[in-house]
């Protein structure tokens, strides 16, 4: 089991930067595929960005690509998405979430533990 808080989120000018947060609990984050995904209001829960267990592989939404970057650092058992270059279109919901399995992946039922979501809102 694995519980996730994220935390980071708040009110941004377009053109900001924000950097998310998510701590994990449990020992065994280091073996986990980590996602980051947003829901903005009236739409679907989508993709944003992924990481594998060593950090040796990611993969970005062609929407934040060149903007966002996700890290995670094992030892702290933190994983964070530093976002640059924000635009109005970016404000959702923010969602960490944890799969089962070490490689990264973008689908959303690939993933097994949510975190509680926060919000980030860019204005114009």
């Known amino acids: 089991q694995v519980q996730l808080v994220e935390s980071g989120g708040g009110l941004v000018q377009a053109g900001g930067s924000l950097r998310l947060s998510c701590a994990a609990s449990g020992r065994t984050f280091s073996s986990y595929g980590m996602g980051w995904f947003r829901q903005a209001p009236g739409k679907e829960r989508e993709f944003v960005a992924t990481?594998?267990?060593?950090?040796?592989?990611?993969f970005y939404a062609d929407s934040v690509k060149g903007r966002f970057t996700i890290s995670r650092d094992n030892a702290k058992n933190t994983l964070y998405l530093q976002m640059n270059s924000l635009k109005p279109e970016d404000t959702a919901v923010y969602y960490c979430?944890?799969?089962?399995?070490?490689?990264?992946?973008?689908?959303?039922?690939?993933?097994?533990?949510w975190g509680q979501g926060i919000q980030v809102t860019v204005s114009s």
């Open positions: 990481i594998s267990w060593s950090g040796g592989s990611t």
């Open positions: 979430a944890a799969r089962g399995g070490s490689a990264a992946h973008t689908a959303r039922g690939q993933y097994d533990y």
